[in-house]
């Protein structure tokens, strides 16, 4: 995992390898299955997206994923079936 400049939590998990059925969690936060867009979440609410690179980033709304985390670069990052789709 790496860290950008916004404090996003930028994974190396491809996007295909994710779907509307899986959570992503990091530490003890767990996120939902990945949005369109930042402003599906309020703000200070942390989220699922898939970056620009493709692959599937954690990002806090209007805050810092990792300060709201306390992850660093190197976390392990989960993913969890949460239901069927």
Same mark, same amino acid.
């Given at each position: ?5 916004? &404090?996003? +939590?930028?994974?190396? #998990? ?5 779907? /509307?059925?899986?959570?992503? !969690? ?11 867009s ?5 703000? &200070?609410? +942390?989220?699922?997206? #898939? ?5 599937? /980033?954690?990002?806090?709304? !209007? ?23």
């Open positions: 995992m790496h860290i950008d400049r916004f &404090g996003n +939590l930028i994974t190396d #998990i491809p996007a295909d390898w994710i779907d /509307e059925g899986w959570s992503i !969690g990091i530490g003890e936060f767990w996120v939902g299955s990945p949005r369109s930042y402003s599906d979440a309020v703000v &200070g609410e +942390l989220v699922a997206i #898939i970056g620009s690179a493709g692959t599937v /980033e954690i990002a806090a709304r !209007g805050a810092e994923a990792a300060e709201k985390t306390g992850a660093a670069r190197g976390d392990p990052v989960f993913g969890r079936r949460t239901g069927f789709v």
